[in-house]
């Protein structure tokens, strides 16, 4: 199987798809990811390739913003 992870720098989504990834492997699979450029580093780290979203909005979940400044497009 080879996957392809797509995700976005918004909270707890990373540590079970890197769990995910790390068994597809182990499987014999490979395992990649598609995401925000501040993921780079915990998924490289993790042994996996990365690359960045080069479309759409871009997102830092550490910037300060009110709620519904979060959800506007």
């Known amino acids: 199987m080879d996957a ?3 995700t976005v720098d918004a ?3 990373l540590p079970p798809a890197l769990g ?9 699979g490979s395992a990649r ?3 925000h ?3 780079r580093a915990a998924i490289e780290r993790a042994g996996f390739r990365f690359e960045t979203v080069r ?5 830092d979940s550490a910037a300060p913003r ?6 506007a497009t």
């Open 33 to 35: 990811f598609l995401g």
């Open 11 to 13: 909270g707890g989504n």
């Open 20 to 28: 995910i990834a790390r068994e597809i492997v182990r499987r014999g």
């Open 55 to 59: 479309e759409g909005r871009q997102y």
């Open 66 to 71: 009110s709620t519904l400044s979060a959800c």
């Open 4 to 6: 392809l992870f797509a």
């Open 37 to 39: 450029e501040p993921q």
